[in-house]
């Protein structure tokens, strides 16, 4: 019983319409060359990332380590190849956990209103002016670092965006046509939220997840920077951290690391802004 989708609005029509925005198509090449880099970094990397060996602070172009190796001969290109992996997993998965704490807590306000939209907002408002990176790094610094625990730490702290979106497209459907037509045919308010409702308010969270995941990654190698990262896996965080005390000597240490986490942010939040030009209704013709 969920609204239709208005003329042209069809899954060809959005994809004809992201296809247009140059950005958008530019965001989601690099995010699938994200994700092939993951996925293949076993097959393409040139050496274990965690191997060590005596060709220390080697340039760029030395035999054997194209983008050079660090201060324990660690090859660079390896590490780059891998850190993929980290970023990666920790970006969707904070991400996944940020939107699904976000589009319950949205859907809850937005439906039922009155002192459960005032409570959950207040509470929304709350972690939206908190330091996110302060009160990540202190969490991080008093329990420790581990994938899961930073996975749990970003996501909890990144939901209040979806949330506050969701309330505001549930404030705007829950007095619609089909959802009369639901509570008459007596349909319970979980199914009316989930089955009714969210399917109509999931373009806007489309668009929220890619930045979020942006974010995730941007927060996990702060984190990592900071020495907080999870020591087991090798990060871009962790590499960066690592080349603090060689920016004179070993430029490659730094800069390599630095740029695939930009490209990764970039491609995430080029592909958002792709998302959203395609779902504006704005641009109907």
């Not at 302060?134 to 610094?141: F, G, H, I, Q």
């Not at 999931?202 to 920077?225: K, T």
């Amino acid at each position: 019983m969920a609204a239709a989708v208005g003329p042209g609005r069809g899954g060809s029509e959005f994809w004809r319409r992201f296809r247009a925005s140059r950005p958008g198509v530019a965001g989601l090449g690099l995010v699938i060359l994200l994700a092939a880099t993951a996925l293949a970094a076993p097959l393409v990397a040139p050496h274990d990332p965690h191997a060590t060996s005596l060709v220390t602070l080697a340039a760029p172009g030395a035999p054997g380590h194209p983008l050079g190796t660090d201060n324990l001969g660690r090859d660079i290109a390896s590490g780059v190849l891998w850190g993929s992996r980290a970023s990666l997993v920790v970006g969707v998965c904070a991400a996944a956990t940020a939107i699904f704490l976000g589009v319950v807590i949205g859907a809850v306000a937005g439906f039922y209103g009155g002192w459960v939209d005032a409570l959950l907002s207040r509470v929304t408002e709350l972690f939206q002016v908190i330091p996110r990176f302060v009160l990540a790094l202190l969490v991080v610094a008093l329990f420790g670092g581990g994938l899961g625990k930073l996975i749990l730490v970003i996501g909890v702290l990144s939901w209040p965006q979806a949330a506050r979106v969701v309330r505001g497209q549930f404030l705007a459907l829950r007095g619609a046509a089909y959802v009369d037509a639901a509570r008459v045919l007596g349909l319970r308010d979980t199914r009316i939220i989930f089955s009714e409702i969210l399917p109509n308010v999931l373009a806007p969270v489309v668009v929220i997840a890619s930045l979020d995941v942006a974010g995730a990654i941007l927060l996990e190698a702060s984190l990592g920077f900071f020495g907080l990262g999870d020591p087991n896996l090798i990060s871009w965080g962790l590499m960066l951290n690592n080349a603090q005390a060689y920016l004179r000597q070993a430029w490659w240490m730094s800069v390599f690391p630095g740029l695939a986490i930009s490209l990764a942010v970039l491609g995430f939040n080029l592909l958002g802004d792709g998302l959203n030009d395609a779902a504006n209704p704005r641009l109907d013709a």
